[in-house]
């Protein structure tokens, strides 16, 4: 089956660019997809891409796809204490299958 | 507009016993997910239905059940509680079919004993 993997943490300072990073195994994706996840909270979509597409802009996020090596990373310009939260990366199969990776827990340092 | 509500928030109850998880799909929304979160991992998919019919399925066994309402909203049920069923349970809803724009209701955290 489908694997999705992320690194589990990352600390930044306030201000500084975030990159996470995430794997994915199958190629028959259609789109990928970024979730945030607050404390005791559900999961808030922040942005998608499309399998054909190579990056895509949005406001501070950029979402870069490299579709060979099967790699998906979201970069979040000038980050804030309040983007301190678990960041999913998930993955369409064939239209019909979520899959989701571990999440990679981000710490915001003042 | 109304976001996704799940109910209850949280439930407590003892291995062999039933359960029932109710979500609300946001307005206009005619397509739901549920979705299982365990302690520290990512959510796995359950299934989804889309217009009162099942319309995919992860890897879960039969005795988790759903079913969705001529309104949308949507029942969650498992039987026969095992304590590997504690988790978040998270339900999403969409339009269409599909999960192209889901967007995700607080969740319900199970507790089995």
């Known amino acids: 089956g489908e694997d999705v993997e992320q690194s589990l943490f990352l600390s930044v300072r306030e201000g500084d660019s975030s990159v996470i990073n995430c794997t994915y195994t199958?190629?028959?994706?259609?789109?990928l997809y970024w979730y945030k996840q607050e404390p005791g909270a559900g999961l808030q979509l922040l942005t998608y891409i499309f399998s054909n597409m190579d990056m895509k802009q949005d406001q501070r996020l950029t979402v870069l796809l490299n579709k060979k090596d099967k790699h998906l990373s979201l970069r979040i310009a000038d980050t804030q204490t309040g983007d301190s939260a678990i960041y999913f990366c998930a993955d369409l199969l064939y239209g019909q299958n979520f899959v989701f990776g571990p999440g990679t827990r981000l710490s915001v340092l003042p | 507009e109304t976001g996704v509500t799940q109910s209850p928030t949280h439930l407590i109850k003892t291995r062999g016993q039933q359960v029932t998880l109710r979500c609300s799909s946001q307005s206009g929304h005619n397509t739901v997910s549920w979705y299982q979160q365990a302690l520290g991992q990512g959510p796995q998919f359950i299934f989804q239905y889309y217009r009162e019919e099942e319309n995919g399925r992860g890897n879960f066994p039969p005795r988790f059940s759903g079913l969705q309402f001529p309104n949308y909203s949507s029942e969650l049920n498992v039987n026969a509680l095992e304590l590997d069923d504690s988790a978040l349970y998270l339900c999403?809803?969409?339009?269409?079919?599909?999960?192209?724009?889901?967007?995700f209701g607080p969740g319900t955290r199970l507790t089995v004993t």
């Open positions: 199958d190629s028959s994706s259609t789109y």
């Open positions: 999403a809803s969409s339009s269409g079919t599909g999960f192209y724009e889901q967007y």
